[in-house]
């Protein structure tokens, strides 16, 4: 007989979508877990500072050579001359790629810190997983309009989603990479996750499940075996290829969070993010970030934390060295904010950098953008877990007051219609930098643990994330009135000694 509702098309995108599963649940198997801080980090060298070099037969005895050092703070093990040696450094150089590559001829190289344990900041707050919360009432109805409205509908008829290089296709190839479909795979895993644990899914015309594994089972079957997620062509030019693989890496680690971080597709997901960090790790030594993928470093640092936290699974090391990378390939928004004139973080240290906007901005920028300041104003605080320096912690508040005081709007966000506009009230904000800002704001409360963090998020989603209707603002009640004098909002309740007098030396 035949299945209801079940039809030919529908059993060959099943049957595909089990067998790329099963050569993704192989490819686990089959896949070694590498070693802890002793085996270092294999993709890079920590040349210079070396007081002492000593003969050792494997990797593990350099690190625990250095371990039972005083001195040592840093340390580089090769095995490719006659007899291997071990590099004892007094203190930390900067990453560097190997002069040669490492493993040819059984040539084995690995650098490391002299590190027992994970020595980043401890969040002030854990994420839930997607699994742990349940939408009810308005909310779930919300995400049941998503599903039925673009959100769901996309994968049936835009090119760039349906047809997309990032499953097989030749659509996406506009914008800053192959970008639009891993934007909407970033917000479909949510959306599915949160409809499942609600059951709502079950009321939603279009199978938005069967849309998202197909991405999922499709690129965990397809990843380069060196790593690499996605399309490798170099669009977006030399230096910003990673960027677009970034919102792939994200949606990979919350469908991970959904399924569960010990399950068969949860592991799946999670190795496959430390695999393509450590690809784009070694990648960057020898091409650094530019661009939009320079500008937006911090959301690479994060999801390079996020799949720490879920799990190392051996490779510790690596994943603070693709860290510290990050860190020293990135944009400066720490000068830029401060006004300095000259870059004091980042790629850009004693170099000629632009200040912060101080009114309206007549032409596009990279740096005035809305958008990346949005995803910047998290910066100081993703970086604080590794520096561990209050000044980072302070520079989350000094980003607020600088874009308050400056483009400051009612409704809590700042202005940019693509780029910052002043305070004028007929000055727009895009959808875009609204969700960013929004994102930042949770995160830097994760780290800092500060509730004003969550009060401000609050405030951009219900005045300039959801647009109330005069019908719906008498029963929202942080709703923002236009009449509100327009006075400068300077929150120099939030900040330290430090981050006020900054303030009000810029101001």
Known sequence: ?????????????????????????AGLIIRPVQAGWSQGNPLADRPGFTFETVFVDVVEDCYSTCLAHSRCQAWSFSNCSQRSTCQLKHSVPKLQAWSATSGQDGCHRASGLSLLKDPRLRLAFSPLTLGEITPHGWLDRQLVIMAEGLSGHLDSFWDDVQHSVWIGGTADNSGAGHERGPYWLNGMVPLVGLLNQSGSIHTVSTNITAQVEHW?????????ANGWLGPDDGFGGEGNTYWSGWNIAAALLQYASVKGQYTTLGSLCA??????????????????????????????LFIIDWAYDLGPRGQEQMLLDAAELTKQQSWDWDGYYQRTGVGISGAYVGKAIPKFARMNTSSWTMYDHGVNNAMGTKSCAVWYRHSRNVSDAEGSYLKLAMQDHYHGQPHGMFSADECFGGRALNRGIELCAVVEQMYSLGIMFQVQGDVRFLDRLETIAFNAGLVPSPQTCGSISICSSLTKSMRSIKPLHMCGKQTAHKLQALV
């Not at 190795?271 to 690479?300: C, F, G, K």
């Open 271 to 300: 190795i496959a993010v430390n695999d393509y960090i450590a690809e784009v790790h070694r990648r960057m030594l020898t091409t650094p970030t530019q661009a939009w993928s320079q500008n937006r470093w911090q959301d690479w």
């Open 216 to 224: 999922i089972y499709f690129i965990l079957a397809n990843q380069s």
């Open 1 to 25: 007989g035949t299945c209801t509702g079940f039809s030919p098309g529908r059993a060959a995108f099943v049957i595909g979508n089990m067998f790329l599963l099963v050569c993704c649940i």
